[in-house]
């Protein structure tokens, strides 16, 4: 998989985490214009959190008692939103994937960052479509019509001394059997090898 395909990606990414963050930003603005209380708690609860940081750093006051004062805010801002039948989830970012929040990946507990579950299924999609196989329901061992190849033994032709059909009802066999010892590292693997265009 090249850089430029995940890099392409990870703009979709940004793009789509960016948008779900306006979203949310006008979902504030026509929600506070209903309820203008929420405004007031949330810029309590900013004006709080920066006022513990400069403090903490100050080393001026203890971390619990503003911890405390942003806890009951967030009460009564959740009381708030339960008595307007507002989920609290409507005041977070719709995120496509909750697991990245639209990053493409995840930081663990020690910091180091895994490529997410939904970007490694976009790039398996994105190599899936790009191999022509995305119409398998229709191109598969059982809709294989044999039939289309010459009956005919021609060696002089086909240097082979049994005719195309018999040749490719072969090969049919031998991929299934490959299929069906995929997981068998005893089993040799296939090599289909030809000019272009050839069938």
């Known amino acids: 998989m090249s850089n430029e395909i995940l890099n392409s990606l990870l703009k979709e990414y940004e793009q789509k985490k960016l ?27 900013n004006n709080l959190a920066f006022k513990t940081a400069k403090n903490l750093l100050n080393n001026n006051s203890s971390f619990s008692d503003f911890q405390k004062q942003i806890e009951e ?4 801002k959740a009381c708030i939103l339960r008595d307007a039948n507002i989920e609290p989830n409507y005041l977070k970012p719709f995120y496509s994937c909750t697991k990245c929040n639209d990053t493409g990946y995840i ?5 180091r ?17 790009k191999s022509n196989m995305s119409n398998l329901e229709k191109e598969n061992f059982d809709t294989f019509d044999a039939n289309i190849f010459s009956d005919e033994v021609d060696v002089s032709k086909y240097k082979f001394n049994i005719s195309p059909r018999n040749n490719i009802l ?3 066999q031998k991929c299934i059997e490959f299929v069906e010892n995929f997981d068998n590292l005893e089993y040799k693997n296939l090599l289909f090898t030809g000019n272009t265009g050839l069938r």
């Open 19 to 45: 948008k779900a963050e306006l979203d949310l930003e006008k979902r504030k603005i026509e929600l506070y214009k209903k309820i203008p209380q929420l405004q007031e708690i949330d810029d309590k609860i």
């Open 73 to 76: 805010l967030k009460y009564k």
């Open 107 to 111: 930081t663990k507990n020690n910091y």
């Open 113 to 129: 960052t895994d490529m997410c579950s939904c970007l490694k299924q976009k790039l398996l999609d994105f190599s899936f479509n």
């Open 170 to 172: 072969n090969i049919k």
